[in-house]
């Protein structure tokens, strides 16, 4: 029989310490968890609930396709502010500038080497003077061109002047409307021989433009959801006169990288100070035209001011900086609406940022005085959670208004600018 042995509690000093040996039970191979990680819920009334909930739309939406996305985008009503394109709303286009994140630059692209900031007595011709030359048009053409719109002047004066007394805040539609209208149309048709974009092209009258976007957030007030942010909405209902769709996007006037360095003026004041109003109604996002149309991309823009807009009164009342504000304003708002939402249309959204900039013009005009617009939209990024580290902006060109003819004298079209109608032209000419 082995006899006993007591072993020390004392471990010697001579033995190899524990951390040089290798446990069994730790050469166990790792095994998969069984159970899905702990996420929050989905029903729950808190932050990480929120921001679960967030991902998982943002997830929904990026697998969807255009239609359902813009269905998805728009689903939820809730009140927002209504831009409005055409308002007298002092200042109105740096408030806009700061919605949109729009950085406005004077005068035109490169694109457009005839822009004329301010037509003055030595840069009017007249019929004796030799038609300047466009590219891309030669100077019998541009003399055609010239007698066509000569011809339309003289026709719309022939029948407003059989006209009977106008209603009241209807003289814009009722003489200017018709005029805009022959001289698009007109302009278009004659110029489709030399640029081929336009013999594919779609000329909307009166057509409906919407946009809805979120800008910023806030905190709610009162309510049963007091406390809580939420962003701030925005809509644009737009009518332009006219525009002219096409099925080819307008080349880019700068590259995207141009816009980092550009400024936008900051405006820390909530939007209802400017003013505007906050209503609740369906979320629109429209071009014009319905998605399946193959004319997806905009080419330009017509705009008719609305009678309360007159620059002599606006002068007596010591507004005469609020002329060009009004056609700014009007013209960030109609093409950053029109021009976002092609870029909607291409699949493009708040969590995905444009690849490409979208271009889009416009032409402004009271009957006499034309200003002309161009747009390029770097960016559709512009709420909180993905405006952070954007460096983009949007560009909007402008010109200063040009007066396109004197009046009608005699039958005769007196003091007609061949500088603006040559940009007129080559607005209608820019093409891929």
Not at 56 to 67: A, L
Not at 93 to 100: A, E, G, M, S, V
Not at 223 to 237: A, K
Request: aromatic share 10%.
């Amino acid at each position: 029989m082995a006899a006993r042995t007591r072993l020390s509690l004392l471990v010697p000093k001579n033995l190899p310490p524990f951390r040089n040996q290798r446990l069994v039970h730790n050469e166990a191979a790792v095994r998969e968890p069984a159970y899905p990680p702990v996420v929050p819920s989905l029903t729950a009334k808190s932050k990480s609930a929120r921001l679960r909930q967030i991902a998982e739309q943002v997830k929904k939406i990026r697998g969807s396709s255009v239609e359902d996305k813009l269905s998805l985008i728009t689903r939820i009503q809730r009140e927002k502010f209504v831009v409005y394109p055409q308002t007298f709303a002092r200042n109105a286009d740096r408030w806009y500038q700061h919605f949109t994140k729009t950085a406005y630059i004077p005068g035109l692209p490169d694109r457009f080497p005839a822009a004329v900031e301010r037509p003055g007595v030595d840069e009017r011709s007249t019929s004796a003077g030799a038609p300047p030359a466009v590219p891309g048009i030669d100077d019998g053409a541009f003399a055609d061109i010239r007698t066509l719109v000569t011809r339309v002047i003289l026709q719309e004066r022939w029948y407003m002047e059989k006209q009977r007394r106008l209603f009241l805040y209807r003289h814009q539609e009722r003489v200017f409307g018709p005029l805009l209208r022959t001289l698009v149309s007109a302009l278009t048709c004659s110029l489709a021989r030399y640029n081929p974009l336009l013999r594919s092209s779609s000329l909307d009258l009166s057509r409906q433009v919407n946009f809805y976007w979120r800008r910023g957030q806030r905190t709610i007030p009162k309510g049963h959801r007091r406390g809580r942010l939420e962003p701030i909405r925005f809509q644009i209902d737009d009518c332009p006169h006219s525009q002219i769709r096409i099925t080819q996007q307008l080349p880019q006037f700068t590259p995207l990288e141009a816009s980092y360095s550009a400024e936008v003026p900051e405006v820390t004041y909530r939007p209802d100070v400017m003013p505007l109003f906050r209503r609740q109604y369906e979320n629109l996002i429209f071009t014009g035209a319905k998605l399946p149309d193959p004319a997806c991309y905009g080419h330009t823009q017509f705009h008719l001011v609305p009678d309360r807009y007159h620059r002599d009164r606006m002068a007596c009342q010591q507004q005469s900086d609020q002329v060009e504000v009004f056609l700014r304003a009007n013209a960030l708002a109609s093409l950053f609406a029109w021009t976002g939402a092609q870029a909607m249309y291409q699949g493009f959204w708040n969590h995905e940022d444009v690849t490409r900039p979208f271009v889009s013009q416009a032409v402004i005009t009271d009957g006499h005085f034309f200003s002309f617009f161009c747009y390029q939209l770097n960016t559709v990024a512009l709420s909180v959670e993905t405006d952070a580290d954007n460096p983009r902006k949007n560009l909007l060109w402008g010109t200063e208004s040009l007066r396109l003819y004197e009046g009608v004298q005699d039958g005769e079209v007196v003091g007609l600018n061949d500088d603006v109608l040559k940009l007129l032209v080559q607005f209608l000419m820019n093409h891929p």
